[in-house]
């Protein structure tokens, strides 16, 4: 049932946008935001059938809800491996930042999701990607405590090294020391 509805909300959607010479009318622009709706559901709650209509259609698997999450950073956060099999087959990148620069290998970690992070450790994506706050997926790993997945970043070659603008360090937040200011000069 989701399915048709998708379809016929995409058909629809497709049908004004050809029919009108003008900008979109509000009610394809109503559409068009109910379809983003329905595929970050999707992903959000791992809804394959959905998604697969969505990928099927040709959707942009790179668009960004209003925090700047794409479908991929919403499956790995939630735990939906399979849903995130899916959207990196169909091309989503597993790269992409949300707006406060966090990636689904981000999120992963600090969710706990190892088999997750792992799989994203396997993308072309640098393991020293640093978020707006200068962190790493590896500062991450260290603060919560997640020692397979320090190592795996370990691995992958990831900077254990690395600092943030804070002055923490791997070493520092793996042992729970937190700097909230920068280091006095």
Do not use: W
Not at 35 to 44: H, I, K, P, Q, S
Not at 63 to 72: F, H, N, P
Not at 139 to 146: K, P, S, T
């Amino acid at each position: 049932m989701k399915a048709v509805f998708l379809l016929i909300a995409l058909s629809l959607g497709s049908s004004l946008a050809l029919a009108q010479s003008e900008p979109a009318p509000a009610d394809a622009e109503q559409v068009q935001a109910q379809l983003r709706d329905y595929f970050f559901n999707a992903a959000r709650f791992g809804d394959n059938e959905m998604l697969d209509e969505f990928i099927e259609a040709g959707f942009d698997l790179n668009s960004v809800d209003d925090k700047g999450y794409t479908a991929l950073i919403l499956a790995a956060y939630n735990g939906h491996g399979d849903t995130l099999e899916r959207l990196l087959a169909a091309g989503a990148d597993a790269c992409a930042e949300d707006k406060r620069g966090n990636t689904a290998l981000m999120g992963a970690i600090f969710k706990g999701e190892l088999h997750i992070a792992k799989r994203l450790l396997a993308t072309e994506c640098n393991p020293d990607q640093r978020n707006a706050a200068g962190q790493t997926p590896a500062m991450y790993a260290a603060l919560f405590q997640r020692g397979a997945l320090l190592e795996a970043l370990r691995e992958r070659g990831a900077d254990l090294d690395a600092i943030d603008p804070l002055g923490n360090s791997v070493e520092s937040l793996a042992r729970g020391e937190i700097r909230t200011a920068p280091p006095a000069q």
